[in-house]
């Protein structure tokens, strides 16, 4: 099989790509490199099962032609990031409706498969907990920009869906609940790999708020397999399925485990939301999945436990300091 990746040389991008050329399928990454990086897919490059492109998920001609020759889209390419979408909620809302809407219409030609991603975001502030496929969106104000997010998300499910109804393009939405392991980068605000590079360094790690929210860390690997199953059983079709792990620990807990699995002198401080975001930033005070609908049609729940994730991450960060440490000495043989 022929699948088209968006968003491919990101991070959940990358390690799926990777489990599809072990299995023997062909795979055609399209990504514009604004928070995905070479870097991701350089152990890939040399497989003659794979093509990639550096463009944009905008480029109605590349895509219509991508999408053409593909078996199956994963439709991954998106502005993620709490920190980003704060800081630049244009580019978020057109690239998550826009990419979307370019990719469906593409694939209703000829009615190819997607699975397309949205996030946990679109829960928003509801405290059903645990979150629930048919449960209600709660989401808060428009003059809050962090819910243009899971808005700009909804949106994209509303438009999936209608596509498999109207148009009968097979569709699969997954909701991923904070996806976490080797390559993530903390650049965007992602909790895991900042507090593990802090803890390394025996910084202070920096808990936002006051620390009492929590949140469910999924291993790519269980996220990617979870994806490769939804994608192989026509049950999928036309439904919206939460992937994510249901260990939950609070952040303040969290910054607390990775000192202790680092080993790190490091000191665990509290910043006011305010200072970590922007004035009035609403954060989601707990946020766990249901996966009894991802079992029931995969057989597979994600079980991977925090304490192995935290130490995976904690190599990878170690390996890569060692690596750019060796660089800068020029000291590589
Ligand atoms: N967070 C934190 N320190 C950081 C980054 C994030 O305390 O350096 C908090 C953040 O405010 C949120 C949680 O950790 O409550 C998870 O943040 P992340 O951006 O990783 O994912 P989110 O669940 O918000 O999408």
Same mark, same amino acid.
């Given at each position: 099989?022929?699948?088209?990746?968006?968003?491919?040389?990101?991070?959940?991008?990358?390690?799926?790509?990777?489990?599809?050329?072990?299995?023997?399928?062909?795979?055609?990454?399209?990504?514009?490199?604004?928070?995905?990086?070479?870097?991701?897919?350089?152990?890939?490059?040399?497989?003659?099962?794979?093509?990639?492109?550096?463009?944009?998920?905008?480029?109605?001609?590349?895509?219509?032609?991508?999408?053409?020759?593909?078996?199956?889209?994963?439709?991954?390419?998106?502005?993620?990031?709490?920190?980003?979408?704060?800081?630049?909620?244009?580019?978020?809302?057109?690239?998550?409706?826009?990419?979307?809407?370019?990719?469906?219409?593409?694939?209703?030609?000829?009615?190819?498969?997607?699975?397309?991603?949205?996030?946990?975001?679109?829960?928003?502030?509801?405290?059903?907990?645990?979150?629930?496929?048919?449960?209600?969106?709660?989401?808060?104000?428009?003059?809050?920009?962090?819910?243009?997010?899971?808005?700009?998300?909804?949106?994209?499910?509303?438009?999936?869906?209608?596509?498999?109804?109207?148009?009968?393009?097979?569709?699969?939405?997954?909701?991923?609940?904070?996806?976490?392991?080797?390559?993530?980068?903390?650049?965007?605000?992602?909790?895991?790999?900042?507090?593990?590079?802090?803890?390394?360094?025996?910084?202070?790690?920096?808990?936002?708020? %006051?620390?009492?929210?929590?949140?469910? @860390?999924? +291993?790519?690997?269980?996220? !990617?397999?979870? /994806?490769? &199953? =939804?994608?192989?059983?026509?049950?999928?079709?036309?439904?919206?399925?939460?992937?994510?792990?249901?260990?939950?620990?609070?952040?303040?807990?969290?910054?607390?485990?990775?000192?202790?699995?680092?080993?790190?002198?490091?000191?665990?401080?509290?910043?006011?939301? %305010?200072?970590?975001?922007?004035?009035? @930033?609403? +954060?989601?005070?707990?946020? !766990?999945?249901? /996966?009894? &609908? =991802?079992?029931?049609?995969?057989?597979?729940?994600?079980?991977?436990?925090?304490?192995?994730?935290?130490?995976?991450?904690?190599?990878?960060?170690?390996?890569?300091?060692?690596?750019?440490?060796?660089?800068?000495?020029?000291?590589?043989?």
């Amino acid at each position: 099989m022929r699948y088209l990746i968006t968003g491919g040389a990101g991070f959940i991008g990358s390690h799926l790509a990777e489990k599809l050329l072990e299995r023997g399928d062909q795979v055609v990454l399209l990504d514009n490199l604004s928070t995905g990086s070479m870097e991701n897919i350089r152990h890939l490059k040399s497989s003659p099962q794979l093509e990639y492109h550096l463009d944009s998920i905008e480029n109605r001609q590349l895509i219509a032609e991508l999408v053409d020759e593909s078996d199956v889209i994963v439709h991954l390419a998106a502005a993620v990031g709490v920190r980003l979408i704060v800081e630049s909620p244009v580019r978020t809302i057109e690239t998550n409706v826009n990419g979307t809407q370019m990719i469906l219409e593409a694939a209703a030609k000829k009615r190819k498969l997607v699975l397309t991603a949205s996030t946990s975001e679109v829960y928003g502030k509801s405290t059903q907990i645990p979150f629930r496929e048919e449960s209600d969106l709660v989401l808060g104000p428009t003059t809050k920009g962090r819910w243009s997010y899971a808005a700009s998300k909804a949106l994209d499910e509303f438009l999936a869906l209608s596509y498999w109804k109207e148009k009968k393009v097979p569709v699969i939405v997954v909701r991923f609940f904070n996806t976490v392991g080797p390559r993530q980068t903390g650049r965007y605000g992602m909790v895991l790999p900042n507090f593990v590079k802090q803890a390394l360094d025996n910084g202070t790690i920096d808990v936002y708020g %006051d620390g009492k929210q929590s949140r469910c @860390f999924c +291993d790519v690997r269980d996220t !990617v397999q979870a /994806v490769i &199953k =939804l994608l192989d059983t026509e049950r999928a079709i036309g439904e919206v399925i939460n992937i994510g792990n249901t260990e939950e620990i609070t952040i303040e807990g969290l910054a607390q485990r990775v000192k202790e699995r680092t080993g790190s002198a490091s000191k665990i401080a509290y910043i006011p939301y %305010d200072k970590a975001y922007e004035p009035g @930033f609403e +954060d989601m005070m707990r946020r !766990v999945p249901c /996966v009894e &609908k =991802l079992e029931a049609i995969t057989g597979f729940r994600p079980r991977t436990p925090l304490n192995e994730i935290i130490d995976r991450v904690a190599s990878y960060l170690r390996e890569k300091a060692a690596l750019s440490a060796r660089v800068v000495t020029g000291n590589l043989a």
